[in-house]
């Protein structure tokens, strides 16, 4: 055990703090996956690097004045540069933005177009009419760009398909727009996007046809050090990885780091999608585990009951799991969706923490408990003997 927790506070330490922030396209992001993919080499797997384009999107901020005053905000995820002054307007529901006059202005998002992130454009997987509807009519409309007023740090529009630029201020600073309409507004936003590739990693251990994947993303949102989402289940993999050598399976596991869940375009995940083995028996993805204070969850899709029971055995031989209802964001929707008996691992208190710790400066190594981390590589080793053996028995 003790060398288990060594590996993974070496992993924890590389991805969390020598590499931090890794995002889709980034030099950390290269950085991070030349890091597993030479712990997997040398646990004995065979690596591929699945090479995809992406942006490499840089951010030096950006400035705001409304009327004479300085005011907070920051570039939104993926927003392209502007240096425009300009009359604003703020509009707060779809019927108002259907009406307004926007052309040439800055457009003051508020209320109720800024209550939930907007799916980008070419986002399929998922997204609401609503939402294609207000980025339709911004486009439509034409303002010089667009501020969003949000109530939590996640961005409204975070969209490198979306050729508006836009900035985002919190929603305390709302009066500062609302009591000076008929104003102008000086915006700069610092940004860049440049063209970039990136990779998924696939390893696997072993030469069998069938197959039991073990899944989790190494890019990050670009401003967090991703301790939670999802350095905690990379390491977890690369620890489980550690412990394969010597051993036989009647099937290959394969561990796959993808690249791009937390992009707006998820291209990694596109990317293994085009080409999904129909050799898969099992999937497990693992994402936003060891919170401290917190059970670890696991929750069943496309599966046999008798093949959940039969897991749900052999995990809950360990305390601190509970199985949980499936909820339906993350990569192990890749797998359900392809009819793929899906299995997902994530620390029961994570659902709270959205929109405040993850994807914030704050998912860092102080929400990890390195106990729990190391609880769960010897669970998932127990997962593979307990397909193992329904294996033998179908
Ligand atoms: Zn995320």
Redesign the pocket.
Known sequence: MKGIMDSLQKHMEMLCGSVGARPTGSAANKAAVDYVAEVLRQSGLAVHRQEFDCMDWQNAGAMLMVGSRSVPAEAAEYSLPCDVEAEFLCVDTGEMLQSAALDGKIAVLHGDLCKEPLMPKNFTFYNPEEHKRIIALLEEKNPAAVITVTPTKEHVIQDGDFHIPCAVVSEELLDVFTNSAGEQAKLTINTERIDSKAHNVIAAYGDKKEKICFSAHIDT?PATPGAL??ASGVSILLALAETLSGKEYPFQIEIVLFNG??YYSTPGEMTFMASLSPDYILAVNVDGIGLKNSDTSVSFYSCAPEMEDRIMQGVGQQGGITRIEPWPMGDHMLFAAGGIPTVAVTAANIFGLMGSV??SADDNMDQIDMSVLADTVPCLASLIDTIGNWKAEH
């Open positions: 949102k989402d999802n869940e937390d993850i994807h």
